[in-house]
């Protein structure tokens, strides 16, 4: 009987410490799943934003028209002129 409830208690003490360890990671994985959950969010949005530029990028004249905003390109016969930006 000496014998018998020392090693219960130990018993008891270690299931205690590890059951302890588990729920602080159980709690750590689910502040880490919220994080993921949020950035995967973000993700997907920039995922389709940039699919709506693909989709802009095949067409021809989408292109020809940002060419010319962006970098000053012309069509034949065409003049550009650059206003100063106040």
Known sequence: ??????????????LVVTIGK?????ATKYKEK????EKLVELKEKEAALTVDVEKLQD????????REKFFYS???EILLKFPDE
């Open 1 to 14: 009987m000496m014998l018998f409830v020392p090693v219960c208690l130990l018993l008891v003490v270690v």
């Open 22 to 26: 588990y729920w602080v990671d159980i």
């Open 34 to 37: 919220a994080v993921l959950s």
């Open 60 to 67: 021809p004249d989408y292109i020809g028209r940002y060419a």
């Open 75 to 77: 069509k034949e016969g």
